[in-house]
């Protein structure tokens, strides 16, 4: 393992923790992160690369124009706005090739500064949810469909303060939950261990603070992971079945030790009921029908459609929206690219990523846009252009075929020594 790659790659995803976070100036702190990307990625003489992922920028370009056409709303009301959609194509698209071909150097550098990230975040939420308090985090989510909490939040680590506590928390712990098809993989003792330590952490905070969302998109995009990882053999079956009874003692030997009333939480769940999201969906269809080129936001049931591509059509209208989902569907198809060769996901980094995105998605579609979830979106996909650009890793046969390269080799060098020798026994002159 790199100490040196490892800060470096830690360093490269600080940004999106950063924004997550809610710490001061997170647009400085995103161009910072993007111009280090691309410094590497100059340094590498890599950065004829993003040609590849022109899709990205040329349908934020588009985004950006409906939004200039659409009908001007109040600035509080947007929700991905324009200096929004710079910065993440600036950071998300460079980091995502930086961190390609960085994996391609020292993978297990690269995968370890992923799960300290992801323990990180979870251990941000910890602190977060014990500075202001389970009971006051349970009383905001009244106010699920307010952009702000109902009063100001405590500052937690000294610097962070988010605006909105319960949205604040699923992306502190979706990544800790989203690389979960790790432990399937043999060997990787010391991730392992930190991403089992990150996902406890995170687990413990949903349930204490009774979010469904991360849960819920976890456990979606695990057995996703898992049908795909045995599907292509990757894994086997009987592999999975213990994996996941470890998992399952672990997770009850720790709410045993914790102090969390697990009655308490069950109340808290009933008590939710109908989905308020349902309603906010169905008004938004309307809203974006009835306002195609935009400004539906100025709507007072509209404050955020809880949903990625219904925010966008609210904002920038059906042309914003359509870009954004062609978007999203380039990334998509970057991804399937590269999961559909077996030797791919049999790779920690892949996997993790791949599975993280995935949990992101699904999460998106939940709640209102996310810079920092986007930024990650568009990571992922640089990072899978660039594995799957080279095509380097190892087949699953690889071992075998080098074993029977070597044999090969073996019996060249002692055919060539036989030749030289007979040549060396023959005199000068004489004609065989």
């Not at 710490?23 to 910072?32: A, T």
Request: charged share 15%; hydrophobic share 50%; net charge positive.
């Amino acid at each position: 393992m790199n100490p040196l790659l490892l800060a470096k790659t830690f360093l490269l995803l600080a940004p999106i923790a950063w924004f997550v976070f809610t710490g001061p100036s997170p647009y400085r702190v995103f161009l910072l992160g993007s111009i280090f990307a691309l410094f590497e990625m100059f340094r590498l003489r890599s950065l004829r690369l993003l040609w590849s992922a022109w899709v990205i920028p040329l349908m934020v370009a588009v985004y950006l124009f409906a939004g200039a056409v659409a009908p001007a709303i109040d600035a509080d009301l947007q929700s991905f706005d324009a200096r929004m959609a710079v910065v993440t194509v600036c950071y998300g698209v460079p980091a995502g090739f930086c961190l390609g071909l960085w994996c391609r150097k020292e993978p297990q550098s690269v995968l370890m500064a992923f799960i300290l990230f992801t323990l990180t975040l979870t251990l941000g939420a910890l602190t977060l949810i014990h500075t202001v308090g389970v009971d006051k985090i349970i009383t905001m989510t009244e106010y699920e469909s307010s952009r702000k909490n109902p009063d100001q939040a405590s500052t937690f680590l000294g610097v962070f303060k988010p605006e909105n506590i319960i949205i604040g928390i699923i992306p502190m712990t979706l990544f800790a939950l989203g690389s979960l098809p790790l432990v399937c993989l043999p060997k990787q003792k010391l991730p392992k261990a930190f991403l089992i330590g990150a996902a406890t952490v995170g687990t413990y905070v949903n349930i204490a603070v009774a979010t469904r969302t991360t849960i819920v998109a976890s456990a979606i995009s695990f057995v996703c992971i898992i049908a795909l990882l045995c599907g292509t053999g990757v894994v086997k079956v009987s592999r999975i079945a213990v994996i996941l009874s470890l998992i399952l003692g672990i997770g009850l030997m720790c709410l045993s030790v914790v102090n969390l009333d697990l009655l308490t939480v069950a109340e808290r769940l009933s008590k939710m009921g109908y989905d308020s999201r349902f309603d906010l969906w169905s008004q938004s269809i309307k809203l974006i029908l009835d306002n195609p080129l935009g400004a539906g936001k100025e709507h007072p049931f509209a404050i955020w459609a809880h949903n990625l591509f219904l925010d966008f059509g609210l904002t920038n209208g059906l042309l914003g929206m359509a870009a954004m989902t062609i978007l999203f569907g380039f990334i998509f198809n970057s991804v399937k690219k590269l999961v559909r060769r077996s030797n791919n996901l049999s790779q920690p980094c892949v996997l993790v990523l791949v599975s993280s995105f995935g949990v992101c998605f699904l999460v998106q579609l939940t709640m209102p846009p996310s810079p920092a979830l986007i930024a990650f979106s568009y990571l992922v996909c640089g990072f899978c252009l660039e594995i799957e650009r080279e095509k380097q890793w190892p087949s699953p046969d690889w071992e075998r075929k080098e074993a029977r390269r070597s044999k090969i080799s073996i019996k060249m060098l002692a055919s060539r020594d036989q030749h030289e020798t007979t040549s060396q026994l023959i005199p000068a002159g004489t004609v065989e």
